[in-house]
């Protein structure tokens, strides 16, 4: 048989089951609370376009994006790299964000991979990606806002935004790009030639394998832009 005591909470009277389900209830309240607050962090440095330091020290990368290189120790700056640093480090040096994970949760660098959002609920892999400062990088398993940020692109390409406001492709030749990986190569790189003919897919210009949502190979395409930059 079920007890029934009774417990004086600020004089209001409480059955044992029902204490126990304010309790419950309460505790709930109080953790969730702690936890929104905790998932605020602050950043303390700004690497690049696509790239941030928190105040723990902690390294986040930016899921479905990348923003142009700046200088590196063997490798020059690409255009709109340094331009893309500076508005990324506008909207969030020392501000406060809200990292969304996806299924996984750190790169091969030991990056934490997120989604970012700042507390008027900007999404900020999105803006990014409609400046037309970085381009949109499929990468499974993490999907979630995939068609968000690839709609973001195809935004920036159509007004013409950063990265694709002066883009010229004179000679433009044949891209063969992969449906499982959604990266695309140059015809004679050899990982071009390694595509099942099931996998493969081809285009004719770099601006056609971005729209449709592939972003360049590292290991033939060293220089994705096709535009005499104008920074």
């Known amino acids: 048989m079920t007890e029934f005591r009774k417990f004086s909470i600020f004089n209001i009277q409480y059955s ?12 709930l309240i109080t953790t ?11 950043v303390r440095w ?7 330091v928190l105040n723990s020290g902690q390294r986040v990368r930016y ?7 700046i200088d590196h120790e063997d490798q020059k700056a690409q255009p709109y ?11 969030v040096m020392s501000q406060k964000i809200r990292l969304e994970f996806d299924d996984e949760r750190n790169d091969q660098y030991g990056r934490m991979l997120a989604y970012i959002f700042l507390q008027d609920g900007s999404f900020l892999n999105a ?11 499929y990468r499974a398993p993490n999907v979630r806002y995939d068609k968000i940020l690839l709609k973001s692109q195809l935004d920036a390409m159509e007004s013409k935004n950063g990265l694709w406001r002066n883009w010229k492709e004179k000679n433009a ?3 063969i790009g992969n449906l ?14 390694k595509i099942k003919s099931k996998n493969k897919i081809v285009f004719s210009s770099k601006w056609d394998a971005f729209r449709a949502g592939y972003a360049p190979s590292k290991k033939c395409i060293l220089e994705f832009w096709s535009y005499e930059a104008e920074e």
């Open 127 to 137: 803006r990014l990606l409609r400046a037309g400062l970085a381009f949109y990088l």
């Open 46 to 52: 700004v690497n690049d376009g696509d790239t941030i």
């Open 81 to 91: 790299g340094y331009k893309a640093r500076f508005f990324h480090k506008n909207l």
């Open 180 to 193: 499982s990986s959604r990266r695309f190569h140059n015809p004679s790189c050899s990982y071009a030639k």
């Open 16 to 27: 044992f089951p029902g204490f126990l389900a304010l309790f419950i209830y309460l505790s």
């Open 63 to 69: 899921i479905g994006i990348n923003a142009p290189e």
């Open 32 to 42: 969730a609370e702690n936890s929104a607050a905790q998932n605020w962090r602050t």
């Open 173 to 175: 030749t044949l891209i």
